[in-house]
T-cell receptor, first 113, second 111 residues
Framework: NAGVTQTPKFQVLKTGQSMTLQCAQD?????MYWYRQDPGMGLRLIYY???????DKGEVPNGYNVSRLNKREFSLRLESAAPSQTSVYFC????????????FGPGTRLTVL | RKEVEQDPGPFNVPEGATVAFNCTYS??????FFWYRQDCRKEPKLLMS???SGNEDGRFTAQLNRASQYISLLIRDSKLSDSATYLC????????????FGSGTRLLVRP
């Protein structure tokens, strides 16, 4: 039981390049999330998927797209990376009931030059 | 005003000390409250949920004050291993599926 896995762990991009961050969970959770974490800013929600087949914008969606491929997988795409997207990205999953915790993946450290 | 506000610290305490963190939240309709712990360069992990009546888990006690809209975390008999950032978390006003994270309070426990 791996929980939430993310790939890659580290990535360096040049401005304008594109990439997709992958996330998968094996806990049969309904909801999945993408956050970014910047120093002093806490975790900010980019997009989430309350259930398979649905996606919704979070607090900071600009510059990102997501795909809920199936119940297990939720990917985050940067179409044209910008230095402002340098951050640590965390994927999380959630069973969907009040007071059940969100489980986080280990994170992807992205640097955009 | 931020939806969830915390003192960033750091709180620098000796081993064995008792330390308390507070957190305020803006959404009076929030129903779910949590403390998460985050170690340096690691993912956040749930420390404990916070219930209306208050709850305790070993050396950790969480309290909720709905009238004043704040949450507290008390750590007794601090250990070196308690050094981490503690995140206060509440559910979003527009969806129970969404959580709002505070920026965190950093705790350093020294020998």
């Amino acid at each position: 039981n791996a929980g939430v896995t993310q790939t890659p762990k580290f990535q360096v991009l040049k401005t304008g390049q594109s990439m997709t961050l992958q996330c998968a969970q094996d806990m049969n959770h309904n909801s999945m999330y993408w956050y970014r974490q910047d120093p002093g800013m806490g975790l900010r929600l980019i997009y989430y998927s309350a259930s398979e087949g649905t996606t919704d914008k979070g607090e900071v969606p600009n510059g990102y797209n997501v795909s809920r491929l199936n119940k297990r997988e939720f990917s985050l795409r940067l179409e044209s990376a910008a230095p402002s997207q340098t951050s640590v990205y965390f994927c999380a999953s959630y069973k969907g009931q009040t007071n059940n915790e969100q489980f986080f993946g280990p994170g992807t450290r992205l640097t955009v030059l | 005003r931020k939806e969830v506000e915390q003192d960033p610290g750091p709180f620098n305490v000796p081993e064995g000390a008792t330390v308390a963190f507070n957190c305020t939240y803006s959404n009076s309709a929030s129903q779910s409250f949590f403390w998460y712990r985050q170690d340096c360069r690691k993912e956040p992990k749930l420390l404990m949920s916070v219930y209306s009546s208050g709850n305790e888990d070993g050396r950790f006690t969480a309290q909720l004050n709905r009238a004043s809209q704040y949450i507290s975390l008390l750590i007794r008999d601090s250990k070196l291993s308690d050094s981490a950032t503690y995140l206060c978390v509440v559910n979003s006003e527009d969806s129970s599926y969404k959580l709002i994270f505070g920026s965190g309070t950093r705790l350093l426990v020294r020998p």
